[in-house]
């Protein structure tokens, strides 16, 4: 059984996006800071005919992440897909006149060089199994800076970058890496199925080779 992991679940997108890989037949880890959390939610999916484990990181503690990750494949089988999607803390939407080196270097731990530490862990199992997916999912100063967003105004870009070079470099691997930049909170962009709609995308996404970077919605009809 292949194995997925969410960088980030919680009971919105990480439960819809697990619901629509465990329908494929992907077992999922569950990956965030709080244990408890992720055996509810678990436990939750597990209820929908899920097979999903919940594993606590902080992905700003890069040997914690990979360790998490690593027991993931021991339990579950290889990681074949992964999904980095952490929600930023509210300190990283502070007005650029506010950023501090400290909080802007919190802010690059967190997006891009938790995924560099994601990454590491999980791709030589992708290249042993000959495919594998990685989608990031980031808002809209990933791609357009906000001064009132300062943190992900900094970090969201690098991790991009970073992305959009695995993008290229592991084309030919059969190894797809891809970014859904949804600009916005997903319960004000009216989608017609709400969040199953995302899910949706980024199975699209992980399933098929494309482009590296997806808008859910045209930037300029979100907010952030």
Do not use: C
Not at 120 to 126: D, I, K, N, S, Y
Not at 146 to 174: K, N, Q, W
């Amino acid at each position: 059984m292949p194995t997925m992991a969410i960088i980030g679940a919680g009971p919105n997108l990480g439960a819809a996006v697990a619901r629509r890989f465990g329908r494929e037949g992907f077992s999922v880890a569950l990956v965030s800071r709080d244990q408890q959390k992720l055996d509810a939610l678990a436990a939750e999916l597990g209820a929908d005919g899920v097979t999903a484990r919940g594993y606590a990181a902080d992905v700003r503690d890069g040997a914690s992440l990979e360790a998490a990750l690593g027991r993931a494949a021991e339990d579950l089988g290889e990681i074949t897909a992964l999904q980095y999607s952490p929600l930023p803390a509210r300190e990283y939407l502070k007005p650029v006149l506010d950023l501090t080196p400290e909080l802007a270097l919190d802010a690059l731990s967190f997006s891009a060089l938790g995924l560099i530490s994601a990454v590491r862990a999980v791709l030589p199992g992708m290249r042993r199994a000959g495919e594998g997916s990685i989608v990031l999912i980031n808002g809209g100063t990933s791609v357009k800076a906000r001064a009132g967003f300062a943190g992900t105004s900094v970090a969201f870009p690098a991790e991009s970058a970073y992305g959009e070079m695995l993008h290229d470099a592991l084309a030919d691997e059969g190894i797809r890496v891809a970014q859904l930049v949804i600009p916005g909170a997903i319960p004000k962009l009216q989608l017609e199925n709400g969040i199953d709609d995302v899910a949706e995308r980024v199975w699209e996404l992980a399933s098929t080779p494309g482009e590296f970077r997806t808008m859910l919605i045209p930037l300029e009809e979100g907010r952030e």
